[in-house]
Protein backbone atom coordinates (compact mmCIF):
# COMPACT_ATOMS: atom_id res chain seq x y z
CA UNK A 1 0.00 0.00 0.00
CA UNK A 2 1.13 3.67 -1.27
CA UNK A 3 2.16 5.56 1.97
CA UNK A 4 2.26 10.02 1.21
CA UNK A 5 3.87 10.96 4.37
CA UNK A 6 6.77 8.23 3.47
CA UNK A 7 7.52 9.33 0.29
CA UNK A 8 6.93 13.02 0.92
CA UNK A 9 9.84 12.44 4.22
CA UNK A 10 12.18 11.07 1.28
CA UNK A 11 11.09 13.90 -1.24
CA UNK A 12 11.37 16.47 1.03
CA UNK A 13 14.53 15.53 3.46
CA UNK A 14 16.71 14.13 1.09
CA UNK A 15 16.63 14.16 -3.16
CA UNK A 16 13.92 14.32 -5.55
CA UNK A 17 15.23 14.70 -9.52
CA UNK A 18 12.04 16.67 -10.44
CA UNK A 19 13.26 19.22 -7.60
CA UNK A 20 14.88 22.94 -8.20
CA UNK A 21 15.59 24.78 -5.23
CA UNK A 22 16.59 28.44 -5.89
CA UNK A 23 17.04 31.66 -3.04
CA UNK A 24 13.79 32.06 -1.86
CA UNK A 25 11.58 29.11 -3.16
CA UNK A 26 11.61 25.18 -4.11
CA UNK A 27 10.21 24.43 -7.88
CA UNK A 28 9.13 20.81 -8.85
CA UNK A 29 9.92 20.61 -12.71
CA UNK A 30 7.65 17.40 -12.95
CA UNK A 31 4.72 17.42 -15.98
CA UNK A 32 1.98 16.68 -14.05
CA UNK A 33 2.24 19.26 -11.17
CA UNK A 34 -0.76 21.24 -11.37
CA UNK A 35 0.96 24.38 -9.24
CA UNK A 36 4.21 23.87 -10.23
CA UNK A 37 5.63 24.29 -6.84
CA UNK A 38 7.40 21.73 -4.69
CA UNK A 39 4.98 21.90 -1.33
CA UNK A 40 3.24 18.64 0.06
CA UNK A 41 -0.14 19.23 -1.00
CA UNK A 42 1.34 19.95 -4.85
CA UNK A 43 3.77 16.90 -5.30
CA UNK A 44 1.54 14.54 -7.70
CA UNK A 45 4.24 11.35 -6.50
CA UNK A 46 3.33 12.15 -2.82
CA UNK A 47 -0.40 12.36 -3.12
CA UNK A 48 -2.52 9.38 -4.50
CA UNK A 49 -5.68 10.78 -5.33
CA UNK A 50 -4.50 13.89 -7.92
CA UNK A 51 -5.74 15.40 -10.41
CA UNK A 52 -3.83 18.38 -12.75
CA UNK A 53 -4.66 20.25 -16.29
CA UNK A 54 -2.57 19.25 -19.46
CA UNK A 55 -2.52 21.01 -22.68
CA UNK A 56 -1.52 18.49 -26.07
CA UNK A 57 -1.75 19.72 -29.74
CA UNK A 58 -4.33 22.78 -28.72
CA UNK A 59 -6.33 20.11 -26.56
CA UNK A 60 -6.63 20.68 -22.61
CA UNK A 61 -7.01 17.21 -21.07
CA UNK A 62 -7.63 16.38 -17.61
CA UNK A 63 -5.99 13.47 -15.46
CA UNK A 64 -6.90 11.42 -12.77
CA UNK A 65 -4.51 9.32 -10.30
CA UNK A 66 -6.52 7.33 -7.74
CA UNK A 67 -5.47 4.93 -5.04
CA UNK A 68 -7.27 1.87 -6.21
CA UNK A 69 -5.69 2.32 -9.81
CA UNK A 70 -1.81 2.42 -8.01
CA UNK A 71 -0.98 -1.11 -8.69
CA UNK A 72 -1.41 -0.38 -12.23
CA UNK A 73 1.38 1.62 -13.53
CA UNK A 74 0.01 1.46 -16.72
CA UNK A 75 -3.31 2.84 -16.20
CA UNK A 76 -2.49 4.83 -13.16
CA UNK A 77 -3.91 8.62 -14.74
CA UNK A 78 -7.38 8.27 -16.28
CA UNK A 79 -7.14 11.02 -19.31
CA UNK A 80 -10.41 13.12 -19.93
CA UNK A 81 -10.83 15.25 -23.18
CA UNK A 82 -12.15 19.03 -22.20
CA UNK A 83 -14.09 20.90 -24.53
CA UNK A 84 -12.84 23.78 -26.49
CA UNK A 85 -15.71 26.12 -24.95
CA UNK A 86 -14.99 27.72 -21.43
CA UNK A 87 -17.85 27.73 -19.47
CA UNK A 88 -18.24 23.51 -21.30
CA UNK A 89 -14.60 22.92 -19.68
CA UNK A 90 -15.50 24.36 -16.10
CA UNK A 91 -18.63 21.97 -16.00
CA UNK A 92 -16.58 18.96 -16.99
CA UNK A 93 -14.34 19.61 -14.30
CA UNK A 94 -16.91 20.19 -11.58
CA UNK A 95 -18.78 17.07 -12.89
CA UNK A 96 -15.50 14.81 -12.85
CA UNK A 97 -14.33 16.08 -9.57
CA UNK A 98 -17.03 16.39 -7.45
CA UNK A 99 -16.23 14.69 -4.66
CA UNK A 100 -12.94 15.68 -4.67
CA UNK A 101 -11.04 18.13 -2.27
CA UNK A 102 -12.01 21.74 -2.89
CA UNK A 103 -8.36 22.75 -2.79
CA UNK A 104 -7.31 20.42 -5.95
CA UNK A 105 -10.42 21.46 -8.25
CA UNK A 106 -9.67 25.13 -7.77
CA UNK A 107 -5.96 24.20 -8.66
CA UNK A 108 -7.16 22.59 -11.64
CA UNK A 109 -9.13 25.40 -12.61
CA UNK A 110 -6.85 28.04 -12.21
CA UNK A 111 -4.67 25.89 -14.63
CA UNK A 112 -7.49 25.88 -17.20
CA UNK A 113 -7.39 29.44 -17.32
CA UNK A 114 -3.73 29.75 -17.67
CA UNK A 115 -3.99 27.39 -20.59
CA UNK A 116 -6.56 28.53 -22.02
CA UNK A 117 -5.48 32.10 -22.30
CA UNK A 118 -1.98 31.51 -23.72
CA UNK A 119 -3.54 29.28 -26.44
CA UNK A 120 -5.78 32.75 -27.63
CA UNK A 121 -2.56 34.62 -27.21
CA UNK A 122 -0.69 32.11 -29.90
CA UNK A 123 -3.86 32.27 -32.02
CA UNK A 124 -3.37 35.77 -32.19
CA UNK A 125 0.26 36.03 -32.58
CA UNK A 126 -0.54 33.51 -35.60
CA UNK A 127 -2.80 35.84 -37.52
CA UNK A 128 -0.60 38.33 -37.00
CA UNK A 129 2.49 39.17 -39.73
CA UNK A 130 5.70 38.50 -38.30
CA UNK A 131 9.36 38.83 -39.25
CA UNK A 132 11.23 35.65 -40.37
CA UNK A 133 15.17 36.29 -39.15
CA UNK A 134 17.13 34.45 -42.10
CA UNK A 135 20.70 34.11 -40.87
CA UNK A 136 23.28 35.55 -43.53
CA UNK A 137 26.15 32.48 -44.27
CA UNK A 138 29.23 34.71 -45.39
CA UNK A 139 31.90 31.75 -46.29
CA UNK A 140 29.05 30.14 -48.68
CA UNK A 141 28.12 33.60 -50.20
CA UNK A 142 32.45 34.15 -50.76
CA UNK A 143 32.58 30.71 -52.12
CA UNK A 144 30.02 31.26 -54.64
CA UNK A 145 31.04 34.45 -55.80
CA UNK A 146 34.51 33.02 -56.49
CA UNK A 147 32.80 29.93 -58.60
CA UNK A 148 30.62 32.72 -60.44
CA UNK A 149 33.58 34.64 -61.23
CA UNK A 150 35.81 31.70 -62.20
CA UNK A 151 33.08 30.51 -64.33
CA UNK A 152 33.01 34.21 -66.30
CA UNK A 153 36.44 34.28 -67.00
CA UNK A 154 36.23 30.26 -68.50
CA UNK A 155 33.15 31.52 -70.92
CA UNK A 156 34.92 34.32 -71.89
CA UNK A 157 37.77 32.15 -72.64
CA UNK A 158 35.90 29.69 -74.94
CA UNK A 159 34.00 32.72 -76.53
CA UNK A 160 37.47 34.23 -77.55
CA UNK A 161 38.73 31.08 -78.47
CA UNK A 162 35.59 30.06 -80.50
CA UNK A 163 35.78 33.34 -82.52
CA UNK A 164 39.48 32.62 -83.05
CA UNK A 165 38.98 29.46 -84.52
CA UNK A 166 35.98 30.68 -86.60
CA UNK A 167 38.05 33.62 -88.27
CA UNK A 168 40.59 31.04 -89.56
CA UNK A 169 37.82 28.61 -90.96
CA UNK A 170 36.79 31.87 -92.94
CA UNK A 171 39.90 32.95 -93.89
CA UNK A 172 41.62 28.96 -94.95
CA UNK A 173 44.01 29.01 -92.69
CA UNK A 174 44.30 25.43 -92.31
CA UNK A 175 43.48 24.57 -95.63
CA UNK A 176 40.12 21.87 -95.88
CA UNK A 177 41.32 19.75 -92.93
CA UNK A 178 39.48 20.50 -89.54
CA UNK A 179 38.09 18.62 -86.57
CA UNK A 180 35.89 20.99 -85.10
CA UNK A 181 33.05 19.95 -82.95
CA UNK A 182 30.03 19.51 -84.54
CA UNK A 183 27.57 21.90 -81.76
CA UNK A 184 30.13 24.88 -82.35
CA UNK A 185 30.15 24.22 -86.81
CA UNK A 186 26.00 24.36 -86.48
CA UNK A 187 26.03 27.41 -83.84
CA UNK A 188 28.19 29.24 -86.52
CA UNK A 189 26.02 28.52 -89.62
CA UNK A 190 22.77 29.61 -86.93
CA UNK A 191 24.81 32.98 -86.31
CA UNK A 192 25.48 33.61 -90.00
CA UNK A 193 22.19 32.64 -90.80
CA UNK A 194 20.76 35.34 -88.17
CA UNK A 195 22.93 37.57 -89.72
CA UNK A 196 21.69 37.51 -93.04
CA UNK A 197 18.50 37.53 -91.87
CA UNK A 198 18.95 40.70 -89.86
CA UNK A 199 20.62 42.12 -92.96
CA UNK A 200 17.91 41.17 -95.31
CA UNK A 201 15.20 43.13 -92.91
CA UNK A 202 17.42 46.40 -92.78
CA UNK A 203 17.30 46.86 -96.68
CA UNK A 204 14.18 45.87 -96.90
CA UNK A 205 13.19 48.26 -94.24
CA UNK A 206 15.39 51.13 -95.95
CA UNK A 207 13.41 50.17 -99.77
CA UNK A 208 10.32 50.64 -97.80
CA UNK A 209 10.74 54.33 -96.27
CA UNK A 210 11.79 55.35 -99.83
CA UNK A 211 8.21 55.16 -100.63
CA UNK A 212 7.46 57.45 -97.96
CA UNK A 213 6.19 60.88 -98.40
CA UNK A 214 5.24 59.75 -102.38
CA UNK A 215 1.53 60.38 -103.57
CA UNK A 216 -0.44 58.06 -105.64
CA UNK A 217 -3.93 58.28 -107.03
CA UNK A 218 -5.66 54.54 -106.52
CA UNK A 219 -8.99 54.11 -108.58
CA UNK A 220 -12.08 53.21 -107.06
CA UNK A 221 -12.65 49.14 -106.63
CA UNK A 222 -16.00 48.97 -108.64
CA UNK A 223 -14.57 51.54 -111.51
CA UNK A 224 -12.65 49.41 -114.54
CA UNK A 225 -10.38 50.93 -117.04
CA UNK A 226 -12.86 49.76 -119.66
CA UNK A 227 -15.14 52.24 -118.58
CA UNK A 228 -12.14 54.88 -118.67
CA UNK A 229 -11.83 53.71 -122.43
CA UNK A 230 -15.48 54.12 -123.01
CA UNK A 231 -15.45 57.65 -121.74
CA UNK A 232 -12.68 58.65 -123.78
CA UNK A 233 -14.01 57.36 -126.93
CA UNK A 234 -17.30 59.01 -125.98
CA UNK A 235 -15.65 62.43 -125.56
CA UNK A 236 -13.57 61.44 -129.00
CA UNK A 237 -16.85 61.43 -130.75
CA UNK A 238 -18.89 64.40 -129.12
CA UNK A 239 -15.54 66.09 -130.28
CA UNK A 240 -15.80 65.26 -133.79
CA UNK A 241 -19.26 65.97 -133.95
CA UNK A 242 -19.15 69.55 -132.83
CA UNK A 243 -16.58 70.06 -135.06
CA UNK A 244 -18.31 68.77 -138.35
CA UNK A 245 -21.63 70.81 -137.61
CA UNK A 246 -19.30 73.78 -136.83
CA UNK A 247 -17.66 73.48 -140.53
CA UNK A 248 -21.53 72.93 -142.20
CA UNK A 249 -22.27 76.00 -140.33
CA UNK A 250 -19.79 77.71 -141.86
CA UNK A 251 -20.44 76.13 -145.74
CA UNK A 252 -23.84 76.82 -145.65
CA UNK A 253 -25.04 80.04 -146.97
CA UNK A 254 -27.42 82.99 -145.34
CA UNK A 255 -30.67 83.06 -147.08
CA UNK A 256 -33.94 85.30 -146.04
CA UNK A 257 -37.10 83.78 -146.14
CA UNK A 258 -40.27 86.12 -146.55
CA UNK A 259 -44.11 84.78 -146.17
CA UNK A 260 -47.03 86.31 -146.91
CA UNK A 261 -50.17 86.36 -144.96
CA UNK A 262 -53.63 86.96 -146.80
CA UNK A 263 -56.07 88.57 -144.95
CA UNK A 264 -59.42 89.83 -145.34
CA UNK A 265 -58.40 93.47 -145.77
CA UNK A 266 -55.21 94.11 -147.94
CA UNK A 267 -52.53 95.55 -146.16
CA UNK A 268 -49.05 96.59 -146.47
CA UNK A 269 -47.42 95.03 -143.43
CA UNK A 270 -44.67 92.41 -143.73
CA UNK A 271 -42.92 90.23 -142.03
CA UNK A 272 -39.42 89.27 -142.25
CA UNK A 273 -38.53 86.64 -140.90
CA UNK A 274 -34.72 85.38 -141.27
Not at 138 to 153: D, N, P, Q, T, W
Not at 159 to 173: Q, Y
Request: glycine share 2%; hydrophobic share 30%; with cysteine.
Amino acid sequence: MQQDDVIWSIINGSFCSFKTQTKTQKFCRNEFNVTGLCTRSACPLANSQYATIREENGICYLYMKTIERSHFPAKLWEKVKLSRSYEKALEQIDECLIYWPGWIKHKCKQRFTKITQYLIRMRKLRLKRQKKLVPIQKKVERRERRREEKALIAARLDTAIEKELLGRLKTGTYGDIYNFPQHAFDKALKAEEVESESESEAEDEEELDEDVGKVTYVPDEDFDESDVSDIEDMEAESEEEEAETKKLQRMRPRVEIEYERELDQPSTSREKIK
